[in-house]
């Protein structure tokens, strides 16, 4: 068997809107691609370890990602006051995660009033108040346990008794793919059957997920109690993703590597700028020392 990669780019306004993923050959006519011939997968480790290392790049996120709630308008001292984040990229698309914590970073800091003076009874230090003992937890989103998949399976079997905790009609997500329970075939403690073919990898103690039914899955509920009367500003960030580049030196048949070579940084709105000369053997240390030397423009490096 041989596989290909295809990559599918998709965005939605309004109304119903859908895809058709076409092929054709020499021998036969343009027909929809049977789904039993798509292999969906985001596996890379798993057992033996794959050698090689994944490095994820988010796209480009929206300035007007979602947050809502009595949370982010009123509130009352001393009570705790909660607000939903719903993340949305440059497309308004929601974008989903897996359940686990998103690590968002969140400030709450006093803006007016007793929250900006600082003011606790009488005394005000004059520093903003800053609440930082928020709760953050990921809305409907329940882990249930693990369960063993096969590629193009309509049934999952499970590694435990999960009855009770899973409806036939429940949305459920193994492998970051979403799945419906089917209204037909065998429910028991150790059987799921699903509407759809499983498309990822086949796999054993796969995590199963169960996703919710009210359009809050991926979105987050954020819980804090202010102590202190005034307005608080609120600012809610994606922890920044470190670009990761990886630099390889090579010499043609026959030849020896030697002599130096110099990196240079591109950045749209500045001039270009080159490192010192890099010795082809240098080390780790060495090498980290020459990018440092550039610029601060280029921020923190690790190598």
Known sequence: EKYY??????SHSVDES???????????????VPSKVLFFTRHIGGSPMSPFALEV?????????????????????????????????????????????????????GTGGWAAEGRVNSIASFFPITISDWTMTSNEWDYIGTVNAEHLSYNLSTNGNFVGLLSRGDKIVVLKMEYTISSTGVL???????????????GHNVDLYRAGKMCLTGSHTVAYTP???GSYQIDIKIPNTPEVQQVAVSAATDSELSGTFTI??????????????ISFDSTAEDFEIALRNMSDIIGSVEV
């Open 5 to 10: 990669s295809i990559k599918v780019q998709y």
């Open 264 to 277: 240079v940084y591109l950045q749209p709105g500045f001039d270009p700028i080159s490192s010192d000369s």
């Open 188 to 202: 028991d403690a150790s059987n799921i059957p699903i509407t759809t073919p499983f498309m990822g990898e086949s």
């Open 57 to 109: 790049v988010p796209g480009a996120l929206s300035s007007t990602s979602d947050a809502f709630g009595g949370g982010v308008a009123t509130c009352t001292a001393l009570e705790e006051c909660i607000f939903v984040i719903q993340t949305k990229d440059s497309n308004r698309n929601n974008r989903y995660n897996d359940g686990s914590n998103p690590n968002l970073e969140i400030s709450i800091i």
């Open 227 to 229: 102590k202190v009367s």
């Open 18 to 32: 859908m895809f058709q993923l076409l092929w054709k050959s020499s021998t036969t006519t343009t027909e929809v």
